[in-house]
């Protein structure tokens, strides 16, 4: 750990202060990690805040059973005495899996009593600690918010029980630029250079050069095409691109998360080193890793005078990439808010 200093506060890294820190968040199923980026109090703090905050806002990894550095999948499985499989989702997302409603293997209290499973207590365990967490609603309320549903292939629908859409709260957007900073520093590229976005993860603070002119740090971005990061049509994957251009005067990043968030982070408008392109893809569903930097074709002056995107087009592009990314399980996605027939 010598010489390794946290990012953020510039803390001298030891073995006592710090512990491995995932580059994208293990919640979302991202394998890289490192001890030498920030102290683990910190570490300790975004969990708790913005990762969780960004981890919350995204229900695909659930639905598309994606695995997590932790082992096994996302979401809880079982399986009953009549051979159905069960997926124990909660939260804002509810999965159809054809031809069974979900409400057919949900008692009237709501409580999986014929799940059996090598999980079986665990997952009764966590299905009691839920009821609990949500002890003012009523037991028809609660089954709103946990259900018992079939775990098959033939899974073909995805009903967003809340709003469904690109990243845009300050909290998930300070956790997306945590990521860029990250693998920057992950590859050893020179700190120094994150002293404009290292206030916006920390604090949520945009330089006041760019407040003046009502631009931002980070925006939602889908003018990049899969096929020019080397996506292939059976794949979902996470995606950090990096480039330093000092004759732009620019450092910045690129991240996909599943291949539906994207989203531009500028983390440096007064760059002067070296000049760099830097690629990491993570395919989800082999879990192999790739590096070689694809030649995209950047428009630099819009980095340059980024602001936070909210047109439709955005929403469009958010909604295409979601209906592709689902599509490759499988699943068609109903953005329309109705109850399965």
């Excluded at 703090?45 to 659930?62: C, M, Q, R, V, Y």
Aim: net charge neutral.
């Amino acid at each position: 750990m010598k010489n390794f200093k946290c990012y953020i506060t510039g803390e001298e890294l030891t073995k006592a202060n710090s512990r491995d820190e995932h580059i994208i968040q293990s919640s979302l199923g991202g394998k890289l990690k490192s001890p030498r980026l920030i102290t683990s109090d910190l570490n300790d703090h975004f969990g708790k805040t913005i990762d969780k905050a960004l981890a919350e806002s995204i229900p695909l990894g659930p639905i598309l059973g994606i695995k997590t550095d932790r082992g096994g999948k996302s979401d809880l499985g079982g399986s009953s005495d009549s051979g159905h499989n069960y997926s124990l989702l909660f939260g804002k997302q509810e999965a159809i899996r054809k031809p069974h409603r979900p409400e057919d293997f949900v008692d009237e209290n709501g409580t999986p009593w014929k799940i059996q499973h090598g999980s079986k207590e665990f997952i009764e365990q966590l299905y009691k600690q839920k009821r609990a967490e949500y002890s003012d609603l009523s037991d028809e309320e609660f089954s709103k918010k946990c259900k018992i549903v079939p775990n098959k292939e033939e899974l073909l629908e995805f009903y967003p029980r809340e709003s469904f859409h690109p990243i845009s709260g300050l909290d998930q957007c300070r956790a997306v630029a945590k990521i860029a900073a990250n693998y920057y520093v992950f590859k050893r590229y020179n700190p120094t250079y994150l002293s404009q976005i290292v206030p916006f993860i920390e604090l949520g603070i945009t330089p006041l050069s760019r407040r003046v002119r009502n631009e931002t740090m980070i925006s939602n971005y889908y003018d990049i095409r899969l096929e020019n990061l080397g996506v292939k049509s059976d794949e979902i994957s996470h995606v950090i691109y990096l480039e330093g251009n000092p004759y732009e005067g620019l450092l910045f990043s690129y991240i996909e998360l599943y291949n539906t968030y994207c989203m531009m982070i500028l983390l440096n408008d007064r760059y002067t080193g070296k000049k760099f392109t830097d690629y990491y893809k993570q395919n989800l569903i082999t879990n192999k890793e790739t590096s070689t930097p694809p030649d995209l074709d950047i428009d630099y002056l819009e980095i340059r005078r980024l602001y936070f995107d909210k047109s439709e087009e955005v929403f469009q592009g958010f909604k295409n990439r979601a209906e592709r990314t689902l599509g490759v399980k499988g699943i068609q996605l109903v953005t329309k808010q109705k109850e399965p027939t």
